[in-house]
């Protein structure tokens, strides 16, 4: 059975058969997920940037001097840099509607979960919905794939309004931008510890505005998982 990379198409193997391709090996060759860079320590412990120590890093310092956002999200753990590797993939995922990327992702972020987060004794997973706009535009919710890999529970009692995309905006105006989050039912989340799933954290401005609308409801905590740290 010829199987091809996901990123490159190039042959993996004549060897291997469907069922080892869906369950166990590997989606990509070997040249393109190693360019690929996973996030090491040290990083910092409230964003996972990568650093050169542990401690708190200044952007999450000048969230956390900031009585509106103190102690809003828990913490973010990423599995990958942003190097220049990952922006081309990311590209093609998101914005050329390359759904079956994720698949190159599954082992990675699952087992980045299982490191770092399982131990927070999550409730429920809540993907970072996409406008309606967006969801149309692009064809798929990102988020939501990944969150997928989990095996926690997951519920959509998000929803976003339109806006410019996050990736066209100054790190100001990610800071400053009004909360485009809102709650569709906050019975289920009462008291929950929730973990928000999304593709990249990059100031941390869309996974605290939404982590604020979550606590504002009831949640007891909010963390978030990432694909990739910029």
Known sequence: MLILCLICHEELSQQMS?????????????????????IQSPTCPLCFRPQENEQV???????????????????NVSV?????????????????????????????FLACYKTNLVKEKIDFTIP??????RLYERGFNQAKLLATFLPLAQIDILTRTHHEKQSKKS???????SNVFSIVDSSKIMNKKILLIDDIYTTGSTLRHAAKVLKDNGAASVSSLTLIRS
């Open 18 to 38: 469907w069922s080892s391709f869906l369950l166990s090996e590997p989606k990509a060759c070997d040249e393109c997920y190693q360019s690929l860079k996973k």
């Open 57 to 75: 890093c200044q952007d999450c310092q000048t969230w956390e001097n900031d009585q509106h956002w103190k102690n809003m999200l828990q913490k």
């Open 80 to 108: 990958f840099e942003y190097n220049d590797s990952m922006k081309e993939l990311l590209a093609t995922f998101k914005f050329r509607g390359d759904a079956a990327l994720v698949e190159v992702f599954h082992n990675d």
């Open 128 to 133: 970072i919905p996409l406008s309606p706009e």
């Open 171 to 177: 790190r100001q105006e990610r800071l400053t931008a």
